[in-house]
């Protein structure tokens, strides 16, 4: 019975001693275990800054020539000779291209013998007139008939100059399509000629960018294949939105001095069509939207505090800040959705 009583009493002295340890834990002296204050959230962060930012639209695009003709006859007759070689360059004026003209020039010399004999009797009968010999109604028919031969004369020279086929402006000329004693029709392509020290641009852009483009403005486009970004200045713009696109045609001139550029060819197009000097940016994952607009958390005194912005322009990482933020804020770009108002932060690493 002794032994039992003394076991109990080291039992109960144990709980005593285990009641005092909780009570203890209870009473804040092991804060660890009672689950104490957060340690701060380590997170990335940016220092706003300033620079200058364009904002760009991109487009796709066409290369075309400067100047472009298909050389084609005007008259059905007969090829006599080929002046050019393929590929080659000729100069505006130069002889491409020589038809028949044998039955142009005996109709000519015909009319020109007519007009010459028609021409002497108007002078016998104006001197026949002079002297009531002839009435004036037959000096009228007479000078009538004169008139009617030059007009003859000239429609023939006319006919005689389109034998002759010339090129309109310098360029390139490109494949023939005939060869010499081919008969040929209007309908004859015979080859086309191109202009290629300059080439124009043609692409497109959304009729929300209508008002940003004017003449005179700046582009680069690229081609595939080549590392070479290209300059080109926008010279006309068509008046009318497409009403099937809601697009707006856009026309650039570009250099072609290389000689790389052809006609033809797809243009990866960028256009700058707003630019922002000395702009406060900051990475676009830092914008969190909210329902009436948009946040970024900014590190103070070691808290998150939450601010409302507006942005402006952006480009391809960073977007530009009109107000809320100021240049050297530190602003959250991870972890965006584990702080809350005033929590405490840590500043991890600073992104670049």
Known sequence: MRYTKAFIVFISNILLLILAVSCGSSDGKNPAK????????????????TQNITSTVNA????????????????????MNLYFEEGSNVAKGQLLV???D???????????????????NVDRLAELLKINGVSKQEYDAAQTQQKSYDADIEALKNQLRKTEIRAPFSGQIGLRNISEGAYVTPQTLIATLQQLNTLKVD??????YAQSIKNNSRLQFTIDGFTDTFNATVFAIEPKIDVTTRNIRVRARTQNTSGKLLPGMFANVSLGIASHQNAVMVPTQAIMPIARGKQVIVVKGGKATYVTVETGLRDADLVEIIKGVQAGDTVVTTGLMQLKPNGDVRVAKIVK
């Open 34 to 49: 009672a689950g104490g204050n957060r340690p701060p959230t380590a997170i990335n962060a940016f220092i706003a800054r």
């Open 60 to 79: 796709s695009g066409s290369l075309l020539a400067n100047e472009e003709v298909e050389i084609r006859p005007e008259l059905q007759l007969r090829v």
């Open 98 to 100: 020589k038809l028949d």
């Open 102 to 120: 044998a039955d142009i020039t005996a109709q000519l010399k015909k009319v020109q013998a007519q007009q010459a004999l028609t021409q002497k």
């Open 203 to 208: 692409f497109a852009i959304p009729e929300k």
